[in-house]
C-alpha cells in the first residue's frame, strides 16, 4: 500500500486548506485512515481519523470544530477539509491507513504512512 499526500501550502490565519491523502496497491486493507502532525521539535500527534464507512469519525480535540474528515472509497482518497487556520497548526501533516480497526489516535496503530505534506500557517 502506497500513500499520497497532498494540498499542503502556506495560508494566513483564518485560512483553509484541504489535504488530500491518495491510497494505492492493495487499498481493499484499508480499514481506518488517520491524519496525524508532526511541527518541529514536538512528537507527531493525532488530528483526525475515519472509518471505512465514513460513519465514525474522531477529531483532537484541537481541531474539533474547524477540521472535517472525509473519504471517497471509489477513489481510494481521504481528505482533510482545514478551516480557520491557526499558526499553531503549522506542521507536516501525514496520512496513514490502518488495515484493521484499531484505535485511531494512536500512531503505533498505523501500518502505512505517506510522506507528508507541509502546512505552514502565517500570523
Known amino acids: 500500500v502506497q500513500l499520497q499526500a497532498s494540498g499542503g501550502g502556506l495560508v494566513q490565519a483564518g485560512g483553509s486548506l484541504r489535504l488530500s491523502c491518495a491510497a494505492s496497491g492493495r487499498t481493499f486493507r484499508l480499514n481506518v485512515m488517520g491524519w496525524f502532525r508532526q511541527a518541529p521539535g514536538k512528537e507527531r500527534e493525532f488530528v483526525s481519523g475515519?472509518?471505512?464507512?465514513?460513519?465514525?469519525?474522531y477529531y483532537a480535540d484541537s481541531v474539533k470544530g474547524r477540521f472535517t474528515i472525509s473519504r471517497d472509497n471509489t477513489k481510494n482518497t481521504v481528505y482533510l477539509q482545514m478551516n480557520s487556520l491557526k499558526p499553531e497548526d503549522t506542521a507536516v501533516y501525514y496520512c496513514?491507513?490502518?488495515?484493521?480497526?484499531?484505535?485511531?489516535?494512536?500512531?503505533?496503530?498505523?501500518?502505512?504512512w505517506g510522506q507528508g505534506t507541509l502546512v505552514t500557517v502565517s500570523s
Open positions: 475515519i472509518n471505512w464507512s465514513g460513519s465514525n469519525t
Open positions: 496513514a491507513a490502518d488495515p484493521t480497526n484499531r484505535i485511531p489516535n494512536k500512531v503505533y496503530n498505523y501500518d502505512y
